[in-house]
């Protein structure tokens, strides 16, 4: 199994491609300004108090109030808010974490306003991001994860991912984290640390006290809404959660971007840092790897897989909905149940690489095709699960029902993936007329005039779709030759596939764009 991360780095934002024997399966758009990801921690202020949801709305700073629901605050919040009161105080002596006299926990039937005030102030932690027309969702237990192990302030429970299975592991992994943790720090041990040595788990833990003590630094005299902690960006963070030997390449078309992420690899997994490659290619970097053709493919209503069968994919503001068809998929030496369980497990493994692809989280209800034997159903209910068995996302998947309906709920923190796979006609506006194709020759001809004649310009390059790229070089004498003996210059031209039917760039001798 090879991997590989594809980072395309803009203005605005980075979009992250990881592939894995080089089809596509996660896409993660990093904005550039987003203050509201994932796990950054705020000091905010609680801004209304709702008994009948047993929840508070807590300003952060964001356009909307954040939702704070009481299953969320933690069982050591009254310790945090202690804390917090005597951190924002400004107190000299404020005590390290660890000699910090907690507080009881609070119950996990109570009210919230038990524990919550209006206009208090508190720590918080984004849990969901900003999803549609609704704020951030927030949890005031905060958690500072590692590649190996996540901190928990305030605590002193040590819980084991359950992807450990190995009794003995278990074991020696809880009895060494609780031999160098620090008091009042609670640690959840990741399936990354299985195996590990404790120099790597002391490491891990070093980094992430460092970054508590950096963020509670900043909160003498801190007036809310304040962001005390950033999380990494999300580059870093796969790198962080999924880095291992398999991965082989990171290729970066930005070299500032490449250069901290060849830090940050070496910082975690020194013998890696070779895998951070700057791509200096002419071509736009998605284009080069392939990535744009399959986002193309895979994004959209209809999925058409390399068999015939399809999938259609629709959105609702309740859930999302599949529908397996198996197209012209149809094998005359089969019956019509083993053909039906031909195209729902290749459909299967597809609608689990879809919904990591695209992000889909809430309800999801597939509906495959009908099939009347129990132990078919139960085999694709088992495909399903070992498909979807990687995806980091917790997920849970019910068995099919006898009409061949399987609903699965899956976490959902940041909004879903889409892209737009649909082109409106840029020339025609979508009015269905363009301009004659002769005018548009003489079009890029006069430009070129232009360029050459008045300009003076010394070298001039021409990008053009492939089929224009046909038009002006085919034949014996071609439009290119004509312009040769004309202008007394040869005029290279490059077909660009991702460039629509009529669309044209001109380039100087440097690369960079002309533009008139």
Request: aromatic share 6%; hydrophobic share 35%.
């Amino acid at each position: 199994m090879n991997k590989e991360l594809v980072i395309n780095s803009g203005d605005s934002e980075s979009v992250i491609a990881l592939l894995q024997d080089k089809k596509l399966i996660e896409l993660h758009k990093d904005r550039n300004n987003n203050n509201y990801a994932v796990g950054d921690i705020y000091l905010g202020k609680v801004k209304k108090i709702i008994s009948g949801l047993n929840a508070a709305f807590v300003d952060v700073g964001y356009e909307k109030d954040a939702f704070l629901h009481y299953l969320d605050l933690g069982p050591q919040i009254n310790s945090q808010l202690k804390f917090t009161r005597m951190a924002i105080n400004g107190r000299k002596n404020l005590p390290k974490i660890e000699d910090f006299k907690l507080e009881k926990d609070i119950e996990k039937t109570g009210k919230i306003t038990q524990v919550l005030n209006q206009n208090q102030y508190l720590l918080v932690q984004i849990a969901k991001e900003p999803i549609s027309n609704k704020g951030p969702r927030l949890s005031s237990e905060i958690s500072l994860p590692g590649r190996f192990l996540i901190l928990v302030p305030f605590s002193n429970k040590i819980s084991i991912s359950q992807k450990i299975k190995n009794i003995e592991e278990r074991n020696r992994l809880r009895r060494l984290v609780k031999s160098i943790k620090p008091n009042n720090i609670g640690v959840i041990i990741r399936t990354n640390a299985e195996n590990k040595l404790t120099k790597d788990l002391m490491t891990d833990m070093t980094t992430l006290m460092q970054k508590w003590e950096s963020a509670i630094s900043k909160m003498p005299d801190a007036k809310p809404p304040k962001k005390i902690f950033r999380e990494i960006d999300r580059a870093s963070t796969i790198l962080r959660d999924l880095l291992n030997d398999s991965f082989n390449n990171i290729h970066v078309n930005d070299e500032d971007l490449a250069e901290e992420l060849k830090s940050y690899v070496e910082s975690i997994s020194p013998n890696q840092a070779n895998i951070v490659k700057l791509y200096k290619g002419k071509a736009p970097i998605f284009e080069h790897f392939g990535v744009d053709r399959q986002i193309k493919s895979l994004f959209g209503q209809k999925v058409t897989l390399s068999s015939g069968t399809y999938l259609i994919i629709e959105h609702t503001e309740a859930m999302h909905v599949i529908d397996v068809n198996s197209g012209h998929r149809l094998k005359k030496d089969k019956d019509q149940e083993a053909n039906a369980l031909a195209v729902n497990i290749e459909s299967a493994e597809e609608i689990a690489r879809q919904l990591r692809l695209r992000d889909m989280g809430g309800i999801i209800v597939v509906d495959f095709i009908d099939m009347h034997e129990r132990q078919n159903r139960q085999k694709l209910f088992e495909v399903l699960e070992e498909a979807m068995k990687n995806d980091p996302a917790k997920h849970t998947i019910l068995p099919p029902t006898k009409f061949g309906l399987i609903q699965i709920t899956r976490q959902r923190v940041r909004p879903e993936m889409d892209m737009e796979t649909s082109e409106k006609c840029p020339v025609c506006n979508g009015t269905g007329i363009i301009q004659a194709s002769i005018v548009l020759s003489d079009e890029i001809e006069n430009r070129l005039r232009y360029l050459i004649q008045e300009q003076n310009e010394p070298k001039v390059k021409l990008q053009v779709h492939p089929y224009l790229y046909a038009y002006l070089t085919k034949g014996l004498v071609s439009e290119q030759v004509r312009w040769f003996f004309r202008y007394k210059k040869w005029i290279p031209i490059k077909a660009n596939k991702s460039y629509h039917s009529l669309k044209y760039k001109f380039f100087n001798k440097d690369d960079d764009e002309i533009k008139i």
